[in-house]
Nanobody
Framework: QVQLVESGGGLVQRGGSLTLSCVVS????????VGWIRQAPGKEREAVST????????FYKDSVKGRFAISRDNTENTVYLRMNNLAPEDTAIYYC???????????????????WGQGTQVTVSS
């Protein structure tokens, strides 16, 4: 079992920045990647960014490349998502989730994630 707890959401103006944090606990052997998945009102969940449990492999959704940066602090068991130049279309609930796959090819698929946090709201005003 893996537990994930997000924090850091909030209300920000267009062009602003936020950093989301996800503390991961539980069985270290039950996952191989941690990602951020978001769900906007009336839309399906989409994978935004993911990082491997070890190494430096990452995944970014095209629309956030150059604006978002994912990182990992293994000493704190925490994954961060730094979001810059936020836009209203980034408004969503952001979930932290863990996937058993170490191969990056699976990380863009929401169905790849089998452990989920409770989510944190990010709202970007125009």
């Amino acid at each position: 079992q893996v537990q994930l707890v997000e924090s850091g959401g909030g209300l920000v103006q267009r062009g602003g920045s936020l950093t989301l944090s996800c503390v991961v606990s539980g069985s270290f052997n039950d996952y191989n990647a941690v990602g951020w998945i978001r769900q906007a009102p009336g839309k399906e969940r989409e994978a935004v960014s993911t990082i491997g449990k070890i190494g430096s492999t990452t995944f970014y959704k095209d629309s956030v490349k150059g604006r978002f940066a994912i990182s990992r602090d293994n000493t704190e068991n925490t994954v961060y998502l730094r979001m810059n130049n936020l836009a209203p279309e980034d408004t969503a609930i952001y979930y932290c989730a863990a996937a058993p796959y170490s191969d990056r090819m699976w990380w863009s698929r929401v169905q790849s994630y089998n452990y989920w946090g409770q989510g944190t709201q990010v709202t970007v005003s125009s």
